[in-house]
């Protein structure tokens, strides 16, 4: 099993540091399986096209943890992003400047049997298979960028207008929803790590908005419990508009 840490990691303390594989045990491997299966079998239908087809891409299977030595590769071949390993949480203006250099960070532990369904901090399923897929989607990945970038340049001039890229990054790359033709799917991916939350974002309990840029910036989050609201895209086109939207206003 690998090392938790729970403490935001700053700018100038990020380690460097390694996916061990060689640490990871049955047990893990045995909950990457189980994790893999039951979202496997759930989420036709239910992710967005874009992502299922990222699965395929980036070529997870039920078989073994992803080594990062195998999926770096892949990765910056496709879109030149590759991930990197984090203890845990680092802090925001870290996680947008890691962003802005096509570096997603990536924890390596992973949810114990107890917590299949749902957890309240990312672990490696979820920074992995939650996370990956999209990356290998062309104009996903420079959306990301361009808004790790973005929120670098704004909110070192005006610390204040991090939280605006921050909701935008939650409400879209973390939870976000998306009207497909054939229906409606999720793309975020703290929804598509979480067996519990795909089932509870789709059902009538929460409510979903149309996806707008000042619905978003007006929208507060919790980070530990499922959403109580959803934004709905009919388009991933509108991801690099709304971002526009913003540094245009900032500029102002
Ligand atoms: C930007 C936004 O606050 C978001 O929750 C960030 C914060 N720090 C993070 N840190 C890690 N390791 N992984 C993440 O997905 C995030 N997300
Ligand atoms: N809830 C997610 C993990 C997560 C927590 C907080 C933010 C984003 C993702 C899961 O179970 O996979
Ligand atoms: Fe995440």
Redesign the pocket.
Known sequence: MQSVSAAPVASDALPLLTQVYADYTAADQHVWQLLFDRQMALLPGRAAEAFLEGVRRVGFTRDAIPDFREVNPRLQELTGWELVV?P?????AV??QLLADRKF?A?TWLRTLEQLDYLEE?DMFH?VFGHVPLLTDAGFADFLQKLGAAAVHHGQRWPGTLEQF?RL??FTA?FGLIQQPDGLRIYGAGLLSSHGEVKFSLSEAPTRLPFTLDGVLDTPFE?DKFQDLYFVLTDMQQLPESLAQLQARLLE
């Open positions: 984090v845990g949480i680092v802090d925001d996680f947008f960070p924890t990312p920074d921050t990054y939650w973390e980070k």
